[in-house]
């Protein structure tokens, strides 16, 4: 048997390793790989563009140069929009401290109140805040109220379960001493269960402080004309990714700048709890 047609160079089309491929036709978008992809939107875009155009960049996802330009030169429509976007946040999170606090004493001074709102407050979490967003925004207008709301909402819980929790969790040899001082119910929750609770406060702040920036970006890309969230969904679709990208570097540095004040607040507001920490350890 003759081996000279295993010796022969396999003809291009059926070689396995080439790296060429066609442009591609019409026929492309109706490719099963691309209609059973995830990310069906990325892949039509992808089918309709040549290998030299991804090859150029068209495509970049991340390119730090480009964002590290755009924070220069877009800097006074950052600026502009993140003094909207951080009031939004600041005076939310505001509105969420103060109600959760409220709300959390009134579940830990009601045991009735707290067998009957508490599952309804796990629940309310459960509602997708992309659902209620829009309903706000229709309900409110598109002015800042909408906004605070939101952010509230988002903020609220985890300020409420770690503020009532710190309540819950006093060391029970101290109600008995207060009670054998023969302290009054509010001289024991001002002398010992508030100061026991302002750990748990605080970080619960730190966590909404991290989902309120995610809070007002919803909100502004539900119904606003200005704000970085704003500033995002009308950079996508121009094709401004390093604009929308810078947005994003912005927000994250906000949310870890108040994270880093929230935690240089608690050494000095609840110096106890850190020396009982280091203790521990």
């Known amino acids: 048997m003759s081996t000279n047609h295993l010796l022969s160079p396999i003809p291009q089309s059926q070689s396995s390793n080439t790296h060429?491929?066609?442009?591609?036709?019409?026929?492309?978008?109706?490719?099963?790989t691309i209609l059973a992809s995830?990310?069906?939107?990325?892949?039509?875009?992808?089918?309709?563009?040549?290998?030299?155009?991804?090859?150029?960049?068209w495509l970049r996802l991340f390119a730090y140069a480009d964002i590290a330009a755009a924070l220069s030169d877009d800097r006074a429509l950052?600026?502009?929009?993140?003094?909207?976007?951080?009031?939004?946040?600041?005076l939310g999170l505001g509105v969420a401290l103060a109600a959760g606090v409220l709300f959390a004493v009134a579940l830990h001074l009601?045991?009735?109140?707290?067998?009957?709102?508490?599952?309804?407050?796990?629940?309310?979490q459960t509602v997708p805040i992309v659902i209620i967003?829009?309903?706000?925004?229709?309900?409110?207008?598109?002015?800042?109220a909408p906004k605070l709301a939101i952010v509230a909402l988002i903020c609220f819980f985890p300020i409420t379960v770690t503020t009532l929790d710190g309540l819950a969790g006093v060391d029970p040899d101290l109600r008995k001493l207060m009670r054998?001082?023969?302290?009054?119910?509010?001289?024991?929750f001002r002398r010992v269960e508030a100061p026991a609770a302002l750990p748990?406060?605080?970080?619960?702040?730190?966590?909404?402080?991290?989902?309120?920036?995610?809070?007002?970006?919803?909100?502004?890309?539900?119904?606003?004309?200005?704000?970085l969230g704003h500033l995002i969904l009308q950079s996508i679709p121009q094709f401004a990714t390093a604009r929308s990208?810078?947005?994003?570097?912005?927000?994250?540095?906000?949310?870890?700048?108040?994270?880093?004040?929230?935690?240089?607040?608690?050494?000095?507001?609840?110096?106890?709890?850190?020396?009982?920490?280091?203790?521990?350890?």
């Open 110 to 124: 009601s045991s009735t109140l707290r067998r009957t709102a508490y599952p309804v407050l796990v629940a309310s």
């Open 20 to 32: 060429h491929t066609s442009p591609p036709t019409k026929t492309d978008f109706l490719d099963p």
């Open 200 to 227: 748990g406060l605080l970080s619960g702040a730190k966590i909404a402080v991290a989902v309120a920036v995610i809070g007002a970006v919803l909100a502004e890309q539900a119904g606003s004309s200005e704000g």
């Open 245 to 281: 990208w810078a947005a994003v570097v912005v927000l994250s540095a906000f949310a870890i700048a108040l994270f880093g004040a929230l935690s240089l607040a608690e050494r000095h507001l609840a110096p106890w709890a850190h020396r009982s920490e280091g203790v521990s350890r």
């Open 133 to 144: 967003a829009p309903l706000l925004v229709a309900w409110l207008g598109f002015d800042l």
């Open 180 to 188: 054998t001082l023969d302290a009054s119910r509010w001289q024991t």
């Open 78 to 90: 950052l600026w502009r929009d993140f003094r909207v976007t951080a009031t939004e946040v600041l």
């Open 38 to 57: 995830p990310y069906p939107h990325y892949a039509r875009l992808r089918a309709s563009r040549t290998e030299t155009d991804l090859r150029g960049g």
